[in-house]
């Protein structure tokens, strides 16, 4: 036991409120089998219950947020929308409006669906009491002031008195009074009147594009509430014939003249001056007293009976309802994250809530809009908990939130705690946190002890006991305690091999060459955490050695089996160990390839497209048309041959299929025969897939590539006959294929090059091998002193290079790069250290963490300061500043690309300075614009640029073969997909990183300074 202070993440249990992450214990008839539920108390009587379920139908996870709540007078719902209805706003962006308000943002979700054109919600919003919009006919939710709610059809109605009278068809005097249509709702042409007020749109409008009638009044008394009366007067009665302004303290009372006399006439003989009265009323006097209300398309739940005919579909989905005693749910699920959570259908989510006691509910928007927002107990500020499937939260329209005060005081109430993984396997370490929360959930300061109920705590990190089991640490201090509960798993239900990042069950590796393996293990279909020396590593056939924490080293030629073992599971290895290198047959990084020749229904070219690029800056394009006088086939035929020595058994090679069907073949000759067809693949796949191609003859020589029809049948000639080998599949396409390596015994090389670096002063050495390959000859490698090309001597014998180190006082880098013969890349770089001397040539960044950085780039002409001699490390870069900088790192000529035409509609807007760039780089495949609300294109130059977004960019100069990492960042899931694979090679080649706290935050704009170090690391 250690005395330790309060920080961090933690599961809250209360002495008298269990609150837990358990094992399973049923099954959720609507999601699948439960595999764990980890419960939280937010606030009070609010709390967070996050469960993960798995799906026999899919085979996949699902995981879902449930906060539940029961009124009551510390925790409020209010709901929250823009600074106007039009606007949208991501719930965490929102939270943090609430918060600078001085409200604790328990929980929140998004809201309801919306017009995506223009923002506008589809149901109702009631703010502090007042109609905002209106419901248009659909479901809602409304909370009153205690926290209560009501659901249904508000069905709400807007009487106007108009404030003067006509005869009637008697000639007796009779008020005018008409109905109002909608309230802050897009003005149909036949629609008869609608209501506007200020809030309506950022332009602050009715919003009319067509000739109307528009009624200016001016707010007297009253209110815009349900069950009550807003008297205005007057102001002016305008024939409209664009939208008209509102003012703040103002309606305008509107109607297109497509609405016919009844509707227009009344309004245009309105007398400025007169007072209209407006009653709102609902369906039940239940609704008079809402004080917040939110909209919603669908009913889920009625009577505690699920809805029928809902739509079907798996997706992310948010949804609301209420128990037969007044608790409210207020519900997520994640969707499209294969591995996280596949999401569910309307009808799953419907019977999920009846299981969670609901007998009404709403779904409110879902898919990329789905979000749930939580303040955990040893925090002040609200995160995201759920992986939206966007990568990042979607701006909504409104959204809907518990409050609570923000008001520390000071009296220890319990403690929350948590452990960094709740299952591992037995004998793994794991991290516990605890914090002090108050009597208002706000965390505090307050000392603790930790103490474990089995294993052994150092401080905090508790170790598992081998013999596994249940184990319950516990923080306690001030009289006050807290718990979370630890499974240590035992017996594993399976075992893996990863080598990096792939898992693996066979393995070439060279003699000499050692692969750092990893083992995980996983449990009722989780990950546990394990400990390397949790896994008992043996190998045979004597081929080499294994540590016990995974290295593997070949020492002898031949092939051998590696085992890993851990609580009575194990899992194989193949390993062979042989001399022959892998052979690079075609690479396709330049003209001419081995394919130079001619086609018949088919065209080969080299694209450097990055999508379509596997390995390297370029790859093969075959684009074909199946002919019906090569029997719906495509042919191209090479000018010369390319010999494959015999001592190889296969090719391996990377093909982007086209999902056709049809078959790919290559040409070859066997020495006596030519053209003959080996095939390759059927492309019954998309996307890239690594293919190897069995050698079916002892002398095989590639004479080219060849695309049939994968099916064909027999079809009327509409001559009384048939026509027979007709193509069921298209017969017309696109592939790719990129490198093609001449490869034995099934060799697949996947894994970098290992390099190493150490300097003496004045010469830095470099040790490169290869795992397959062995040692790489002199051609593939490189040596580069800020990017360009330095001389090196090496020993092909040992993979030993050698280079010198001029140094002259400044920063500066050396980069040893090496490629294999299947195009793996590895590389590692020394930083050649300033002098004493030196200083940053900026004033503003002499005690800054990247001045080396900074200063380097400055010195290659890549990047600048300002004219007051700083440069602003820390300001936001935005995205025509980037892209000069990225040009100039390139080095890219401005002539070759004058005459390129930049697609975008924002042209004008991006400064003269940065035009050449932009159309160097958009030439270049490295940069795009984005789509706006209007379907053109715009590459909006003075926006600030994301950190996601930037290492996209950088990542498309680079060429492909570095190795990836796993990504473990907290907010992982957040990663854009577009740029997951960017991030994952730099994060493994140390050119970018995380930050401190365990968050890589993509969607977070990122700065000069960071940029200028990410730039210095690429060198």
């Known amino acids: 036991m250690k005395h330790i202070p309060q920080k961090l993440l933690s599961l809250l249990l209360v002495p008298v409120l269990a609150c837990s992450l358990m094992l399973p214990a049923a099954a959720s008839d609507a999601l699948g089998e439960d595999l764990t539920a980890q419960n939280t108390l937010l606030n009070e009587e609010t709390e967070l219950s996050t469960n993960v379920f798995w799906s026999t139908a899919y085979s996949d996870l699902r995981t879902e947020n449930v906060v539940t709540y029961t009124p009551n007078k510390d925790v409020t719902p209010i709901v929250t929308y823009g600074n106007v209805l039009t606007s949208r706003n991501t719930p965490s962006s929102m939270a943090?409006?609430?918060?600078?308000?001085?409200?604790?943002?328990?929980?929140?979700?998004?809201?309801?669906?919306?017009?995506?054109s223009t923002g506008l919600p589809i149901g109702i919003v009631i703010?502090?009491?007042?109609?905002?919009?209106?419901?248009?006919?659909?479901?809602?939710?409304?909370?009153?002031?205690?926290?209560?709610?009501?659901?249904?059809?508000?069905?709400?109605?807007?009487s106007a008195d108009l404030g003067y009278e006509l005869l009637n068809d008697y000639g007796t005097p009779t008020e005018v009074i008409r109905s109002v249509t909608g309230v802050n709702k897009a003005r149909v042409s036949t629609g008869g009147i609608y209501l506007y007020t200020y809030d309506f749109n950022d332009r602050h409008t009715t919003g009319n594009t067509e000739a109307g009638v528009d009624v200016v009044c001016n707010i007297e008394d009253g209110a815009l509430s349900i069950g009550d009366t807003l008297t205005v007067t007057v102001e002016r009665v305008v024939e409209a014939t664009s939208a008209t302004t509102i003012q703040p303290g103002q309606i305008v009372l509107s109607a297109n003249l497509l609405s016919g006399d009844y509707y227009v006439n009344a309004l245009r003989q309105i007398p400025v001056g007169s007072t209209i009265t407006l009653d709102v009323s609902a369906s039940s006097e239940e609704w008079n007293d809402v004080e917040y209300a939110v909209g919603a398309l669908y009913s889920l739940v009625e009577n505690g009976s699920v809805?029928?005919?809902?739509?079907?579909?798996?997706?992310?989905?948010?949804?609301?309802?209420?128990?037969?005693?007044?608790?409210?749910?207020?519900?997520?699920?994640?969707?499209?994250?294969?591995?996280?959570?596949?999401?569910?259908?309307?009808?799953?989510?419907?019977?999920?809530?009846?299981?969670?006691?609901?007998?009404?509910?709403?779904?409110?928007?879902?898919?990329?809009?789905?979000?749930?927002?939580?303040t955990a107990p040893d925090t002040t500020s609200a995160k995201t908990i759920n992986v939206p499937s966007d990568g990042g939260e979607r701006a909504v329209t409104n959204q809907?939130?518990?409050?609570?005060?923000?008001?520390?005081?000071?009296?220890?109430?319990?403690?929350?705690?948590?452990?960094?993984?709740?299952?591992?396997?037995?004998?793994?370490?794991?991290?516990?946190?605890?914090?002090a929360v108050d009597t208002n959930y706000i965390p505090m300061d307050h000392d603790y002890d930790l103490d474990a109920s089995d294993g052994e705590m150092d401080g905090n990190v508790l170790t598992t006991p081998h013999r596994g089991g249940e184990i319950t640490v516990t923080a306690s201090g001030g009289g006050k305690k807290g718990s979370t509960t630890v499974y240590a798993i035992t017996e594993p239900d399976s075992i893996s091999v990863k080598n990096g990042s792939s898992a693996v069950t066979s393995l070439s590796v060279a003699p000499g060459a050692s692969v750092t393996l990893t083992a995980s293990a996983m449990y009722n279909h989780l990950a546990l955490k394990a400990d390397p020396e949790a896994f008992t590593w043996k190998v045979s056939g004597g081929i080499g050695t294994v540590s016990e924490n995974g290295v593997f080293t070949a020492t002898a030629p031949g092939t051998g089996t590696l085992t890993v073992s851990a609580g009575g599971k194990s899992t194989s290895v193949t390993i062979t160990v042989s001399n022959l290198a892998l052979q690079t047959v075609e690479d396709f990084e330049g003209s001419p390839t081995i394919f130079q020749g001619t086609g018949n229904g088919a065209d080969l070219s080299l694209t450097s497209a990055s999508d379509y690029v596997k390995l390297g800056r370029s790859a093969a394009k075959l684009d074909y048309t199946l002919l019906e006088s090569l029997n719906y086939g495509a042919e191209w035929r090479a000018f010369a041959e390319t010999d494959i020595p015999t001592m190889y058994t296969s090719l391996n090679m990377w093909v982007y299929g086209d999902g056709s069907g049809n078959n790919l073949y290559f040409f070859y000759s066997n020495g006596t025969k030519t053209w003959l067809s080996q095939l390759i693949t059927k492309?019954?796949?998309?996307?890239?897939?690594?293919?190897?191609?069995?050698?079916?003859?002892?002398?095989?020589?590639?004479?080219?590539?060849?695309?049939?029809?994968?099916?064909?049948?027999?079809?009327?000639?509409?001559?009384?006959?048939?026509?027979?080998?007709?193509?069921?599949?298209?017969?017309?396409?696109?592939?790719?294929?990129?490198h093609i390596v001449a490869s034995f015994n099934n060799t697949v090389d996947t894994t970098v090059p290992s390099v190493t670096v150490k300097a003496d002063g004045t010469a830095l050495t470099a040790t490169i091998s290869d795992a397959v390959d062995g040692v790489l000859p002199q051609s593939s490698i490189t040596v580069t002193w800020d990017g360009k090309a330095q001389s090196f001597n090496y020993n092909a014998q040992t993979g030993v290079l050698s280079t010198p180190i001029i140094s002259d006082g400044k920063p500066h880098r050396l980069t040893v790069t090496a490629r294999d013969a299947s195009g793996n890349i590895g590389r590692a770089?020394?930083?050649?250290?300033?002098?004493?001397?030196?200083?940053?040539?900026?004033?503003?960044t002499q005690n800054y963490w990247g001045a080396t950085y900074v200063d380097y780039l400055y010195t290659a002409g890549i990047t600048t300061g300002y004219d007051d001699g700083t440069f602003r490390p820390n300001q936001n870069i935005t995205r025509a500043q980037f892209s000069v900088m990225l040009f100039r790192y390139l080095g890219l000529n401005e002539a070759d690309y004058a005459g390129v035409t930049l697609p975008f509609a924002d042209n004008a807007s991006i400064p003269a300075y940065a035009v050449p760039a932009i159309q160097a780089l958009y030439s270049e495949g490295i940069i795009n614009g984005s789509t706006g609300s209007d379907g053109r294109l715009y590459f909006n130059p003075g926006a600030s640029l994301t950190r996601a977004q930037a290492a996209t960019m950088i990542g498309r100069t680079q060429q492909k073969g570095y190795a990836t990492a796993a990504l473990t960042f907290t907010d992982a899931a957040s990663i854009p997909a577009y740029a997951t694979y960017y991030i994952q090679t730099m994060v493994a080649q140390g050119v970018i990183s995380g930050y401190t706290d365990g968050t890589f935050l993509p969607n977070a704009y990122i700065t000069r300074g960071q940029m200028a170090k990410i730039l210095y690391n690429l060198m």
């Open 96 to 116: 943090a409006k609430l918060e600078a308000q001085s409200y604790r943002v328990v929980a929140g979700i998004n809201g309801d669906f919306y017009n995506t």
């Open 127 to 158: 703010t502090e009491g007042e109609l905002r919009s209106s419901d248009g006919g659909y479901y809602a939710i409304g909370f009153r002031a205690d926290g209560t709610a009501v659901i249904g059809k508000p069905a709400v109605k807007v």
């Open 307 to 374: 809805v029928s005919g809902l739509a079907a579909g798996a997706n992310p989905r948010t949804a609301i309802g209420q128990k037969a005693d007044g608790t409210v749910v207020f519900y997520t699920i994640d969707g499209r994250k294969s591995g996280h959570s596949i999401g569910a259908t309307m009808t799953q989510v419907a019977q999920r809530m009846v299981e969670l006691g609901c007998v009404s509910a709403l779904c409110l928007d879902g898919g990329g809009s789905t979000a749930m927002t939580v």
């Open 400 to 435: 809907v939130f518990l409050v609570a005060t923000n008001e520390s005081t000071g009296r220890l109430s319990h403690y929350y705690v948590k452990a960094d993984n709740a299952y591992v396997l037995a004998g793994s370490k794991v991290n516990i946190t605890a914090s």
């Open 683 to 738: 492309l019954d796949f998309t996307g890239w897939k690594q293919i190897s191609v069995p050698i079916t003859s002892e002398h095989f020589e590639i004479q080219g590539l060849n695309v049939s029809a994968g099916s064909t049948t027999q079809v009327d000639d509409g001559l009384g006959g048939t026509l027979s080998g007709v193509p069921t599949t298209p017969t017309k396409g696109t592939i790719y294929i990129d």
């Open 829 to 844: 770089s020394y930083d050649v250290p300033a002098g004493a001397d030196w200083k940053p040539s900026f004033t503003d």
